[in-house]
């Protein structure tokens, strides 16, 4: 069984939202997952926003959700870690670094293009590289920071949209984005489930 974690800022929007469509949607098509949200910035027991919650129930979800801030047990828990942007997973990764290797944005996860796959490869290399090096006070290479540079242009937009404090079809347009990249994530986890004999 999968358990996949997804994390936003304050956990009251894009997050729960994801992790109740997930839920719902697996269940649908016999995935087995186990399904949690968390929030970079969160207080822990806050309600979901209303328009979240009301977008919800239009989908005939129910689930009484409140935000979690994000911990290392969290971290420890989740076999994948799914971002719903850039940022969020920047965050992940520097305050738990032992989190590298199952943690993407969702959007980044679900992407099938070679192409691009092979530029977020490149591209994690290169920030890895110059962390390290900032780390350790030396001097970036101008070629490798222009190559950071020409690879961020080239890739395609993998953050979802914050509809907080947004109006009711804010929040839709984030839900039908949330919705889309759930269906490939479950495309993928269907086909390397293994099959019963």
């Known amino acids: ?34 399904v949690r949200s968390a929030g970079v910035a969160a207080v822990d027991g806050m309600s979901v926003s209303r328009h979240a919650e009301a977008v919800l129930k239009d989908h005939q979800i129910y689930d009484r959700l409140t935000s979690s801030s994000l911990t290392r047990d ?6 994948l870690v ?8 920047q965050h992940v990764l520097s305050r738990f670094p032992i989190a590298a290797g199952k943690v993407y944005t969702l ?4 992407e099938n293009d070679t192409h691009v796959l092979s530029d ?3 591209l994690d290399s290169l920030y ?44 839709e347009v984030a839900a039908a984005d949330i ?4 269906d490939k994530l479950l495309d993928k986890l ?4 293994p099959r019963e004999s």
Request: aromatic share 8%; glycine share 6%.
């Open 179 to 182: 919705r889309a990249a759930l």
């Open 1 to 34: 069984m999968h358990r996949i974690l997804f994390v936003c800022t304050g956990n009251t929007c894009r997050s729960p939202m994801a992790e109740a469509f997930m839920r719902k949607l697996a269940q649908e098509r016999g995935i087995p997952v186990e």
């Open 74 to 79: 969290t971290i420890d828990w989740a076999d």
């Open 120 to 122: 977020l490869e490149e």
């Open 128 to 171: 890895a590289s110059l962390e390290i090096r900032r780390a350790l006070g030396e001097e970036i290479d101008s070629a490798e920071y222009e190559r950071l540079i020409e690879i961020q242009q080239r890739i395609p937009g993998f953050d979802i949209v914050d509809p907080y404090g947004g109006s009711r079809d804010d929040y």
């Open 190 to 193: 269907e086909a390397y489930r």
């Open 82 to 89: 799914l971002t719903l942007t850039g940022s969020h997973k």
């Open 107 to 110: 959007k980044e996860y679900v």
